[in-house]
Nanobody, 121 residues
């Protein structure tokens, strides 16, 4: 599975962005998917996950109530809708595919290349 993340950019505090992650390969729908992020000088951390069917989602405390993860298996794409963005959300965001749900940093089968999100205060 190859993953291509997009949708990052510069947004003001309180604004919104929607990230997309397009996957190649016919086995996309068999994987749980996750979004992770890495801020400068910090380790990569889990943000949100969604199971293979989309029926189950899981969020880090920092994302609950503000971010929504979804997927469209017909389009081989997973999304992360981010609302009420804060400066501390500034990071490179990565999508990932995992046979483990919810995915963790150490239980990822495939990583995307990352997309930069910058929130200005």
């Amino acid at each position: 599975v190859q993953l291509q993340a997009s949708g990052g950019g510069l947004v003001q505090s309180g604004g919104s962005l929607r990230l997309s992650c397009a996957a190649s390969g016919r086995t996309f729908s068999t994987y749980g998917m996750g979004w992770f992020r890495q801020a400068p000088g910090k380790g990569r951390e889990f943000v949100a996950g969604i199971n293979w069917s989309g029926a189950s989602t899981f969020y880090a405390d920092s994302a609950k109530g503000r971010f929504t993860v979804s997927r469209d298996n017909a389009k081989n794409t997973v999304y992360l809708q981010m609302n009420s963005l804060k400066s501390e959300d500034t990071a490179i965001y990565y999508c990932a595919a995992s046979t483990y749900y919810p995915p963790t940093v150490h239980r990822v089968d495939y990583w995307g290349q990352g997309t930069q999100v910058t929130v200005s205060s």
